[in-house]
């Protein structure tokens, strides 16, 4: 017999009818009716070509086929049962897997995956750098990334979505210009990189101006390492937390995105 059409359910009744002897007791433990377990009994049953229970005068018996299978198939629902715990193992865990981008984690993460540690002294983390990295082969918990929204994805925005241009006190008036938030059309652009990271730390360098997430500058603004040229604007791209449903039902993620969330 196929393994897609094995009858678990009508097997899970014969498990709780051959322990109890009794239709009316296995019922009780199964929270159905007896007629309910005599139909699944009859459909096995069917299923098998065998007769699994005989009535005596003393009650129920198992027949000597019955007998045979019962061993095997309760160490199968053991089996079971610890095929169940390893597959939950991960969201008893303690130790989260996240997909970060390096500058955000720095800014704005660090210190809060801080203070949640500090209320939770079992929690572990280990961080990627490439937030879009596959959550399956990845084998994350969750990922920030800078988008428009979750997609198809769960999701919690982390942050406003805003942007301001920012550069260092002195800097000439050039642009740095990178693919999150490029330079305006018609802008000298002096430097062209790849990421907020590089583009960060080249305007706290002073190459000259850049169009930056908020959160990322809002310390360096706060110090006075950079300064606004400006009013930051709105935009539709921010900080998200994403993960699959799966992950973001798990109690130890919930923990974690209630933390974050509380901004």
Known sequence: MKRTHLPLNALRVFDAAARHLSFTRAADELAVTPAAVGQQIRALEDVLGV???????KGLELTDEAVAGLDPLRDGFLKFEEAVQAMQAGQASSVYAIA????FYAQWLAPR?????????DARFQLIADEDADFTEANLDLA???VEGPGELEGVQLADGAQVVVAAPQAPDGWISWPGFPAPDG???VLQVG??????SSALA???RAAMPLPLVAEALADGRLVVDGEPEECRRAYWL???RPQWRQKKVQALVAHLAAR
Request: hydrophobic share 50%; aromatic share 8%.
């Open 51 to 57: 007769i699994l229970f005989r009535r005596t005068s």
């Open 100 to 103: 970060v981008p390096r500058e």
């Open 113 to 121: 995956l801080a203070s949640f540690r500090a209320a939770n002294p």
């Open 144 to 146: 920030i990334r800078l």
């Open 187 to 189: 802008a000298d652009v």
């Open 195 to 200: 990421n907020a990271g590089q583009a960060l």
């Open 206 to 208: 002073g190459f000259g």
């Open 242 to 244: 994403v993960a699959p």
